[in-house]
């Protein structure tokens, strides 16, 4: 069984620190729902008031629509797993998922049963009788998840317990998670830094920065309808453009920038004279072929300044005329034909709706903050 997760107007405040503001949402019941931000954006304090190991300061936390007021993390129906795992290391495997159960009084047979099929469950059968020490960094992860699940909470809460992976066993280890969740169907509660995990697992993200929700979305929506532009900078890699909106017409903002006149979808907000920026994703722009005819798009003279080759993908770096720097990922077809190389001129492109312009408000997350 999964319930349900409410913040209704939670803050939280540290004396005169404020780490979490106004945070109003729901998390539906068999989500899984991920927090994503920078560190120091409050999304392990939120994780913190879901679970009751804190008390908002203002608002109410509901888990099954009851108030948790008053009640202790032993008295929620959540389990949360620790960035550290928090693994008893002189407990064999089986001993370390049962002890929750042993803490309830259930008797050694049951606990043992339970423990062996919690281990089939994350796909470690057989290993009930072996030490942490023994266990590699992934099989670690999936017993700390099979002790958590030992106890049947109806919301896992898990506080970045990939990252101190390296990187291809956290990349695996975002589809066991995701399928596991399937599989059990309790509501995941999932805090991060990491805009992939966050992307890749998640039924909604929602993403913070200083103590405030900027958007609760899908991935998809995040990604190709940001409401923000720290929200624009912040999940994926994205170019931008400082400019100024000459006019807005049918949805459309057209802006004077350094890079030349550039049009895209207006964001909410957007109006004629305001000071914007235009986003656009490094792999929607395209590599304008010579002498081809012009078409309804936005074109940028550049100069290359790097070329690196990553497989799929050739990542440019250009320079328009006005200096702004501009990257793009073009698919790499073989062939042997290479692109532009390093100092040469050429011309990329992309389509009006394939960008957005956002009012520049002074948050765009920084580019190298974004990238990490």
């Not at 049951?110 to 281990?119: E, H, N, Y």
């Not at 998670?177 to 805009?195: E, N, P, S």
Request: charged share 25%; hydrophobic share 45%; with cysteine.
């Amino acid at each position: 069984m999964s319930q349900s997760v409410d913040l209704d107007h939670v803050t939280m405040r540290f004396g005169d620190f404020t780490a979490v503001r106004d945070a109003h949402l729901t998390i539906n019941g068999g989500e899984f729902f991920s927090f994503l931000g920078p560190s120091g954006c409050g999304k392990t304090t939120l994780l913190r008031l879901i679970s009751g190991f804190m008390e908002p300061t203002e608002g109410v936390v509901r888990i099954g629509g009851k108030d948790m007021a008053g009640l202790g993390p032993n008295k929620r129906p959540t389990t949360l797993i620790f960035q550290n795992l928090a693994l008893f290391p002189l407990m064999s495997v089986a001993e370390n998922i049962a002890f929750g159960l042993e803490v309830r009084g259930v008797r050694r047979d049951v606990r043992r049963k339970r423990a062996d099929a919690l281990l089939d469950l994350v796909a470690l059968p057989g290993i009930g009788d072996k030490k942490v020490a023994e266990l590699s960094g992934g099989q670690k992860q999936r017993v700390a998840i099979a002790r958590a699940l030992a106890v049947e909470p109806q919301v896992l809460l898990l506080d970045e317990p990939l990252s101190a992976l390296d990187l291809k066993l956290r990349q695996h280890m975002r589809s066991e998670l995701r399928a596991l969740q399937k599989r059990t169907g309790v509501t995941f509660v999932y805090i991060t830094h990491d805009q992939g995990e966050a992307l890749a697992m998640s039924d909604r993200v929602a993403v913070m920065d200083v103590g405030r929700i900027e958007q609760v979305d899908t991935p998809e929506r995040l990604y190709d309808a940001p409401v923000s532009p720290f929200v624009a900078g912040f999940v994926g890699e994205n170019n931008r453009f400082p400019g100024r909106v000459v006019e807005v017409l049918d949805g459309l903002a057209c802006v004077e920038t350094a890079a030349g006149r550039l049009v895209a979808r207006a964001g909410a907000g957007v109006k004629t004279g305001d000071a914007v920026l235009l986003f656009a994703r490094p792999e929607r722009l395209r590599l304008v072929p010579p002498r081809e005819e012009a078409v309804a798009e936005n074109r940028i003279p550049v100069t290359v300044t790097d070329r690196a080759f990553e497989g799929a993908f050739a990542l440019y770096t250009l320079r328009t005329e006005g200096g702004t720097p501009v990257t793009a990922h073009l698919v790499h077809t073989g062939g042997g034909d290479g692109g532009p190389a390093v100092g040469e001129r050429a011309v990329f492109a992309f389509r009006p709706d394939e960008a957005i312009v956002l009012p520049d408000d002074g948050r765009a997350a920084p580019a190298q903050e974004a990238a990490e």
